[in-house]
């Protein structure tokens, strides 16, 4: 999930980041970047 790769103050500018650029299209490229991850390596657990 990336969660433990980043700072705690990266996560917040992350979020401020979000609600700046919160729109449809955001919200779409972030769910396409993240289908990749969730179907890839199956031995993750």
Same mark, same amino acid.
């Given at each position: 999930?990336?969660?433990?790769? =980043?700072?705690f103050s990266?996560?917040v500018?992350? #979020?401020?980041r979000y =609600?700046r650029?919160r729109s449809? *299209?955001? #919200?779409?490229? !972030?769910i *396409?970047?993240t289908l990749?991850?969730l !179907?890839? #390596?199956?031995?993750?657990?």
């Amino acid at each position: 999930s990336g969660r433990n790769s =980043i700072q705690f103050s990266e996560m917040v500018m992350l #979020d401020f980041r979000y =609600i700046r650029e919160r729109s449809f *299209l955001f #919200d779409l490229k !972030l769910i *396409l970047r993240t289908l990749p991850l969730l !179907l890839g #390596d199956k031995n993750a657990y």
